[in-house]
């Protein structure tokens, strides 16, 4: 079984490791703590991702932009 926590820093308590404590009962358990990426830090965490995101970011500033109406994206 594998459990997932997202939360911040400030938010850590012994209730957190006591709901730990419980779902693994008398089993060994790794924990690995590191810094969640914000949404820009992951698309421009690959070389392929960064260039779509620049020259998007490019096309909107020279106002080549794209309207889409949600509402009737969604029909069929």
Do not use: C, F, W
């Not at 779902?23 to 690995?32: E, H, M």
């Not at 779509?52 to 069929?76: C, M, R, Y």
């Amino acid at each position: 079984m594998t459990t997932t926590y997202h939360l911040s820093a400030n938010e850590l308590s012994e209730d957190i490791l006591n709901s730990i404590k419980s779902l693994y009962k008398g089993k060994t358990i790794s924990i690995t703590v590191e810094p969640e990426m914000d949404e820009t830090e992951y698309l421009l965490s690959s070389e392929a991702n960064r260039k779509i995101l620049l020259e998007s970011i490019k096309q909107a500033e020279n106002g080549d932009l794209v309207k889409v109406d949600i509402g009737k994206a969604h029909k069929k």
